[in-house]
T-cell receptor, first 116, second 114 residues
């Protein structure tokens, strides 16, 4: 079983729709949760960053973390064709001894297409 | 700003050939990484360098070697390429290895081994 599971989609929605992207994870040591956006033939770029549980909003994007359920989400409101990309969740945390490590564990990525 | 620069962008190798992927960052970051990305597998860490002078294995190190040449540069070498190493390779860097530091990625290198 992978440490981080993400539905690869593909997901196709009309312009203006609300998009929900999700990841589940098994490692309770994860404390830092990120969403990266990757356009075709490009490297991933950081979109949202959240520490521990809770919500974070940035414009049309909202990231939610529920550590009790080991579940994270990214919501995109009023989706635009320019949002068409692959969205990758990523996580990191401390080990049992409390030593931090910054290596990210990624989900498989969800391919999103927003059509006009 | 260049950020993280990788070369070459595209490469085709024959089985058994060797090659080196070059990476440089201009953000004065201490930590650098090499990932590979395969369909359905997400990004997997090959090797990383916490700081200049140190390197460590990641999740999938077999068949690869790395060199942290200086603070700016971190190269990935395939000594004897195999078809299973056909992938997209990403170099990345961050201020440090500490949890929570943002990792910045290069544009990627597409490698095909035939």
């Amino acid at each position: 079983q992978k440490e981080v599971e993400q539905d690869p989609g593909p997901l196709s929605v009309p312009e203006g729709a609300i998009v929900s992207l999700n990841c589940t994870y098994s490692n309770s040591a994860f404390q830092y949760f990120m969403w990266y956006r990757q356009y075709s033939r490009k490297g991933p770029e950081l979109l949202m960053y959240t520490y521990s549980s809770g919500n974070k909003e940035d414009g049309r994007f909202t990231a939610q973390v529920d550590k009790s359920s080991k579940y994270i989400s990214l919501f995109i409101r009023d989706s635009q064709p320019s949002d068409s990309a692959t969205y990758l969740c990523a996580m990191s945390g401390t080990n049992a001894g409390g030593t931090s490590y910054g290596k990210l564990t990624f989900g498989q990525g969800t391919i999103l297409t927003v059509h006009p | 700003n260049a950020g993280v620069t990788q070369t070459p962008k595209f490469q085709v190798l024959k089985t058994g050939q060797s090659m080196t992927l070059q990476c440089a960052q201009d953000m004065n970051h201490n930590s650098m990484y090499w990932y590979r990305q395969d369909p359905g597998m997400g990004l997997r860490l090959i090797y990383y360098s916490a700081s200049e002078g140190t390197t460590d294995k990641g999740e999938v190190p077999n068949g690869y070697n790395v060199s942290r040449l200086n603070k700016r540069e971190f190269s990935l070498r395939l000594e004897s390429a195999a078809p299973s190493q056909t992938s997209v390779y990403f170099c990345a860097s961050s201020v440090g290895l500490a949890t929570g530091n943002t990792i910045y990625f290069g544009e990627g290198s597409w490698l095909t081994v035939v």
